[in-house]
């Protein structure tokens, strides 16, 4: 897989999907129910119920490409309780999604500005 910096979003596919789906079936659900650029430099993330892995789709400049992360013990935490059926997400959250990370629990710094240092 090309690395993840390389693309220019990252789209999370809240609800469940049947993980038997492959290429045609999951490009079918960008399309369709995301309405989202199939060919443009994005990842597409598929989980299912079980959370126990996911698929993620995307367009490398002569075909497509699927690629499957499965946990043998833990869950890959996913944004239940976010109303959006399409969460978007930077590289660095996505890599920390793939580490195990909860990114929706997860709250930067605030940023501030000041219009003068006294």
Partial sequence: ??????????????????MRRGINGLSEIV???MKKNL???????????????????????????????????????????????????SAQQFSWLLEGFDVWKMKPFEEIYFEKVS
């Fill in 39 to 89: 060919m443009g430099p994005h990842l597409f993330v598929f989980c299912g119920r079980r959370r126990d892995r996911i698929k993620v789709l995307y367009f490398d400049k002569s075909g497509f490409c699927l690629w499957q992360k499965r946990l043998e013990r833990d869950k890959f935490p996913w944004p239940r309780k976010l109303t959006e059926e399409i969460v978007q997400l």
């Fill in 31 to 33: 399309q369709l129910s």
């Fill in 1 to 18: 897989m090309r690395g993840v910096d390389s693309f220019k979003a990252v789209f999370i596919h809240r609800e469940p999907v049947d």
